[in-house]
């Protein structure tokens, strides 16, 4: 396999890590036919050859764009930390494996923000009681309208962004969750 580079989150795709998160997605990457970025979620339609990773100048944005930017590194480090949790609570080792791939990889949407933004410093967000989602159905309807609000938030700024390169990568964050409105109702 060729590296391939996928120009939202800039890692290299190769035949080591084709099949990482797998339990993150509903079409299954093959060595010989990759159809996403295993770390991030984006779709192979975007990866090109010339090895350009999308990028902005964050000193040209203005102050509402970087708010909303903020916005979206909290709004995946909040559904990364649900992730985690959520992987040591359920009870079905297929969902603690799913639960695990879409931690790592709304963490990377975060890291992807954050350098989109020019940031520095990874938020710390507020330890979150997650004691009422006792059983695996409830830590599934929860992710999907996580989920649900992520589609909403991308799909609202994408088109209020004066920015064409951020509304590009925010539509395509945005297919990324629509897959794990997709898989995390699946399971229910
Ligand atoms: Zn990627």
Do not use: W
Request: hydrophobic fraction near 35%; charge should be neutral.
């Amino acid at each position: 396999m060729t590296n391939l580079k996928c120009p939202v989150c800039g890692k290299y795709v190769n035949a080591n890590n084709y099949n990482f998160n797998s339990e993150a997605f509903i079409d299954k990457n093959k060595e010989d036919s990759i159809v996403y970025c295993p770390f991030c979620g984006a779709s192979s339609i975007f990866f090109s050859t010339s090895g350009e990773v999308y990028n902005i100048n964050s000193q040209e944005l203005d102050k509402n764009t970087l708010k909303i930017i903020d916005h979206a590194v909290k709004l995946e480090i909040f559904n990364g930390d649900f992730y985690l949790k959520a992987s040591e609570m359920c009870k079905s080792d297929k969902l603690k494996e799913m639960f695990k791939s879409l931690s790592s990889i709304e963490y990377e949407h975060s890291r992807i923000h954050m350098r989109l933004g020019g940031f520095k410093e990874t938020p710390v967000l507020i330890n979150m009681n997650y004691s009422s989602y006792d059983t695996d159905e409830k830590l599934l309807k929860a992710a999907s309208m996580r989920e649900e609000h992520a589609v909403n938030y991308y799909e609202k700024y994408s088109k209020k962004i004066n920015n064409k390169v951020l509304s590009k990568i925010f539509k395509i964050l945005r297919d990324v969750e629509k897959i794990h409105i997709q898989l995390t109702l699946n399971e229910i």
